[in-house]
């Protein structure tokens, strides 16, 4: 059973930072991709930043780029978005997910992404 959890989250004021962590177990982790994703209330989800565990390539917005980066640790088989400078605007529940990447890296979509954590919430305070 594939199983994705993520930590990490709360309460931070503005220009703050967190580190937030996703836990695999499930899946050969190499084989795959993690994303960060997140969800503003009245807003769709969308891409944060993804990254595929076999090479370390990754993938991430305008919005987000030189303020959050994705890293992986592959022998604790954990995934983490580093977020720096976080802005109100970066209040919402993020999610962590997976999917296979047999042939590279692919867009940081949430459409594509099949195994989803249960997500955490961040919220930035001005």
């Known amino acids: 059973e594939v199983q994705l959890v993520e930590s990490g989250g709360g309460l931070v004021q503005a220009g703050g930072s967190l580190r937030l962590s996703c836990a695999s177990s499930g899946i050969t982790f190499d084989d795959y991709a993690i994303g960060w994703f997140r969800q503003a209330p009245g807003k769709e989800r969308e891409g944060v930043s993804c990254i595929r565990i076999s090479d370390g390539s990754t993938h991430e917005p305008d919005s987000v780029k030189g303020r959050f980066t994705i890293s992986r640790d592959n022998a604790e088989r954990r995934v983490y978005l580093q977020m720096n400078s976080l802005t109100p605007e970066d209040t919402a529940v993020y999610y962590c997910?997976?999917?296979?990447?047999?042939?590279?890296?692919?867009?940081?979509?949430?459409?594509?992404?099949?195994?989803w954590g249960q997500g955490t919430q961040v919220t930035v305070s001005s």
């Open positions: 997910a997976a999917k296979k990447t047999p042939h590279g890296l692919g867009p940081c979509g949430p459409r594509v992404y099949g195994y």
